[in-house]
């Protein structure tokens, strides 16, 4: 499975972004698929995750209220919306994609495939 993150770029404060998370045909859809961020010098650590349905989505607190994770079947892409960015939210974005229980989305060892990551830039 090969994951294309894309949509990352330099944004100032307070502005939006949209990251895509593409895949073969019919292959995001049969995963759950999450966002993860890198931030310079920190560990990846999660954002949030949607189930292959789409019916649950999951969010760390960090971003809840801001960020939306969503999928469109018929493009085969998750997308996550983000509102109101932050300076510390600058960092590397990557997508996975593998098949944890709800309980577990925040746990990277359980996701098999990644996407090659988007940039993100906010500037105060």
């Known amino acids: 499975v090969q994951l294309q993150a894309s949509g990352g770029g330099l944004v100032q404060a307070g502005g939006s972004l949209r990251l895509s998370c593409a895949a073969a045909?019919?292959?995001?859809?049969?995963?759950?698929i999450s966002w993860f961020r890198q931030a310079p010098g920190k560990e990846r650590v999660f954002l949030a995750g949607i189930s292959r349905t789409g019916s649950s989505t999951i969010y760390a607190d960090s971003v809840k209220g801001r960020f939306t994770i969503s999928r469109d079947g018929l493009k085969s892409a998750v997308y996550l919306q983000m509102n109101n960015l932050k300076p510390e939210d600058t960092a590397v974005y990557y997508c996975?994609?593998?098949?944890?229980?709800?309980?577990?989305?925040?746990?990277?060892?359980?996701?098999?495939?990644w996407g090659q990551g988007t940039v993100v830039t906010v500037s105060s």
């Open positions: 045909s019919r292959t995001v859809s049969d995963f759950v």
């Open positions: 996975a994609a593998g098949r944890p229980a709800l309980s577990a989305y925040h746990q990277m060892s359980i996701y098999h495939y």
